[in-house]
């Protein structure tokens, strides 16, 4: 069975955190030798500006560094970027510690099993639909999309009304 976290839980959110490749992505890198290619989903692009818009900093957590994931944060403003070989609770801590936040305060997105240290700490840890079954195991919600597919906005509008503030957003940005 899926889990379903309710809007209590979605209304404690006070940072979005989340994997980037299997989770903003589909998973899939083109490499030519030069460069790297990634897909992003350009509405889940969108949730984490909403999120942004109603005061929810936002932060991306990968072990890998990626001109790729670099470049498409810079263009939605992320406001913590994280790419490096370490432990992602290092990160998180980090993150947290800078966002004066804890780790209840957090909601965090993944899909494999590397993120497991990290899903156990956070207030709402978030497995997207095509997520490894160790991450479905510990995942308060899973999404009905798959990473790279809409599964952030689908949580990003979930956070959004949870927090009463989804009539708000639709006014200031239609």
């Not at 509008?157 to 009539?167: M, P």
Request: charged letters at 25%; one cysteine or more; aromatic letters at 6%.
């Amino acid at each position: 069975m899926r889990p379903i976290a309710t809007t209590a839980q979605f209304k404690c959110v006070k940072i979005f955190l989340a994997d980037v490749d299997g989770v903003l992505t589909n998973a899939t890198v083109f490499m030519n030798g030069r460069n790297e290619y990634k897909q992003f989903n350009i509405q889940d692009g969108m949730g984490l500006r909403l999120l942004q818009h109603i005061g929810i900093p936002v932060g991306w957590v990968s072990n890998r560094s990626s001109a790729a994931t670099t470049a498409r944060a810079k263009e939605l403003k992320v406001d913590y970027l994280w790419q490096k070989s370490k432990p992602k609770v290092e990160a998180v801590a980090s993150i947290l510690k800078k966002a004066k936040l804890d780790w209840d305060d957090a909601c965090f997105m993944s899909d494999d099993i590397n993120d497991l240290a990290v899903l156990s700490r956070v207030g709402l840890p978030i497995a997207v639909a095509n997520a490894r079954q160790e991450v479905i195991t510990v995942a308060k919600h899973m999404t009905k999309a798959e990473g790279g597919q809409g599964a952030v906005r689908e949580v990003c509008d979930k956070i959004v009304q949870a927090h009463g503030k989804w009539s708000h957003v639709i006014c200031e940005l239609s």
